[in-house]
């Protein structure tokens, strides 16, 4: 009740945008490590990609996915609040929408890919 | 008593912040009516309950800005805001706008509002003197569309309160005094359009803006700082790139 | 002044992002399809200006990006200022920059 002034989307887009990137930034050295492996050869990618053939893995890959399609989808969100002409509270529902629309579109299709 | 006779015998809940910061919410019992605002509530206990009550108002008709609180966790004008059409089941609870200091009970002080409302230099300069022929400024151009979509902010702190990055960020100037810039930077009789950008672009200015939006969510007039804080991004943009024109 | 240079910043790679993004999702998603071997990656990255161009660009603008991010969540969430923010986001945007450019290397050049 007392962050009750938080409840509406802008916040929630704002919340949302903010912690898929801090998550992404948090992953990325671990995903760049990953892929630096491959210096010692084929064998040493194939190596860590077996590493991660497991179900936990495969969630986490799922869900780094959609976080960034959604990192995306809201920060096309800003970029038009900041830099589309104004109308009136149309802004918001067609940022809001198509981030939705658009994560939830990757989001269907990286569970499809899986 | 013969009030909660009248009505009915209908009472409600209300818990009220007693005291600063320190203090803590004491419920009272208040006669329900039909169609009551918060203001009215609040202007009950004080007269019938708690005579040392401590809160403000002045219009109660919703143009002054004077009454604004924090109502079950959101920024309201008090008067403006019917109990009957409050969400929830549970108690009322009311207590100081969020963002700035408590004096005492339901007052807060407003100055480090109008402290970042100077500093954001939302004062007007002069170009023109009465004997100069009127400027003519074309009520449907994009400037004075912009001007007139922010022009009827009363500083009621409203969007101060609501806002998270003023809570976040002490030296922010905040939505209300960027919006103010805004509004001179497209009036195009005033004379320090530079002045005015340079003091909104600094390191407290509309760059710290997330759009979050709940400036325009809670403004009781309508405004929506979001735009005129974009507008400003850009206008800064605009100078960084070394293209000062329109 | 400094606001003003990494707000741009942070605009300009974002828009810089959205394709590139893009682009790398629709990779994996087709990759993905039937298991992942190292050898399919490496086989399409080895050599290849292409992808070496692009992954390059990407890593460059995610380090800036995600640099500039981050210190605006310091900055307000944990209050941090001066020198010690500034420090820190160099920092970050180092590592990132160094640690993708090497994945780069990795997969693109001779192992």
């Known amino acids: 009740m007392r962050a009750a002034h938080r409840r509406h989307p802008g916040y929630l887009a704002f919340l949302a945008h903010r912690l898929s990137g801090l998550a992404l930034a948090l992953f990325l050295p671990f995903h760049f490590l990953f892929l630096a492996t491959a210096i010692e050869g084929e064998a040493a990618l194939e190596g860590a990609l077996a590493w991660t053939a497991n179900p936990l893995a495969k969630l986490a890959e799922w869900g780094l996915v959609t976080l960034l399609a959604l990192h995306l989808a809201l920060g096309l969100r800003v970029l038009a609040i900041e830099f589309l002409p104004w109308r009136g509270p149309l802004r918001l529902w067609v940022g809001l929408g198509g981030g939705a629309a658009l994560a939830t579109g990757l989001l269907f299709l990286a569970a499809l890919g899986r | 008593m013969a009030e909660a006779a009248a009505c009915g015998g209908r009472m409600l809940e209300v818990r009220i912040w007693r005291g600063r910061d320190d203090g803590a919410f004491v419920s009272y019992e208040v006669p329900a009516r039909a169609n009551q605002t918060v203001l009215d509530v609040v202007t009950w206990v004080q007269r019938h309950l708690e005579p040392t009550l401590a809160y403000r108002f002045a219009c109660r008709v919703g143009v002054c800005g004077s009454c604004a609180m924090t109502v079950n966790g959101r920024p309201r004008w008090t008067c403006r805001t019917h109990v009957g059409r409050l969400a929830g089941d549970g108690p009322l609870a009311i207590e100081p706008l969020r963002n700035l200091p408590r004096i005492r009970d339901l007052v807060c002080d407003l100055e480090p509002f109008f402290t970042r409302w100077q500093r954001a230099g939302g004062r007007f300069v002069a170009t023109s003197t009465r004997r100069d022929p009127l400027p003519r400024i074309a009520p449907d151009s994009e400037a004075r569309r912009a001007v007139d979509a922010g022009i009827e902010c009363i500083n009621c702190a409203v969007c101060h309160a609501a806002c998270d990055v003023v809570a976040w960020r002490p030296e922010y100037l905040g939505p209300a005094p960027l919006n103010r810039a805004w509004t001179l930077v497209n009036d195009i009789r005033h004379g320090a359009r530079e002045e005015t950008l340079d003091r909104v672009r600094g390191d407290a200015g509309c760059h710290a803006c997330h759009s979050q939006m709940s400036c325009s969510e809670f403004c009781p007039v309508g405004i929506a700082p979001t735009a005129a804080i974009a507008g400003l991004k850009r206008a800064s943009l605009r100078h960084l790139l070394g293209r000062r024109d329109e | ?111």
């Open chain 3, 1 to 111: 002044m400094k606001e003003g240079v990494l707000f741009l910043l942070q605009r300009a790679t974002a828009l810089l992002l959205a394709p590139l993004v893009l682009a790398h999702l629709a990779l994996v998603l087709y990759a993905t399809q039937g298991g992942l071997s190292a050898a399919e990656i490496l086989a399409r990255t080895r050599g290849s200006l292409l992808w070496g161009g692009f992954y390059g660009l990407f890593v460059l603008a995610v380090a800036i990006h995600g640099a500039i991010g981050l210190r605006a969540i310091l900055a307000e969430w944990t209050g941090l200022r001066g020198r010690t923010l500034e420090g820190i986001t160099l920092a970050v945007a180092l590592l990132l920059l160094v640690l993708g450019l090497r994945a780069v290397r990795a997969v693109v050049g001779a192992p």
